[in-house]
């Protein structure tokens, strides 16, 4: 169960990476107001309820699609590079096979994602938060790195 809602958090990811792909050198103020604009974004209880909502009914819908449209051509093309004859029968899947009838369990899924998720996009949150202030620090790091180190193609001294 929690690799499914690991799995379902991933969206979010998705949506904070546009915040942060920014030029490769962007001054320090900026990228802390990104971080910090996607901070406020991802603990906005409005945001997160259009979010859980949305997620949990797009679950709903993939819970509920016939699996045999997709199963059938990849077992046939399974069997071609297998060695299998061209042809040669398939078994074929049950055209009312679904994940919610595959996976039984999977009925409280979506509710799950719905009542879970404005607790992952608060830690995003905090996260995000964390990084900000963690961003002087690498730069800082960086600079010591390559004022330590020789220029490229000379050896070090010692």
Do not use: F, H, W, Y
């Amino acid at each position: 169960m929690r690799r499914i809602i690991l799995a379902a958090t991933l969206p979010l990811a998705c949506l904070a990476a546009p915040a942060l792909a920014q030029d490769s050198d962007p001054a320090p103020a900026a990228r802390s107001e990104t971080l910090d604009r996607m901070a406020k974004s991802l603990s906005d209880p409005a945001r997160q309820a259009e979010l859980a909502a949305t997620l949990a009914t797009l679950t709903e819908i993939v819970l509920d699609l016939p699996l045999a449209p997709l199963v059938e051509p990849l077992a046939e093309a399974v069997g071609e590079t297998a060695g299998e004859k061209v042809g040669e029968p398939v078994r074929r899947v049950d055209p009312d096979l679904t994940l919610r009838r595959l996976a039984p369990r999977s009925d409280d899924l979506a509710r799950t994602i719905e009542n879970r998720l404005p607790q992952t996009m608060d830690r995003l949150a905090g996260l995000s938060g964390s990084l900000a202030a963690l961003v002087p620090v690498l730069r800082d790091m960086a600079d010591q790195l390559e004022t330590a180190l020789p220029p490229e193609g000379k050896p070090a001294t010692r």
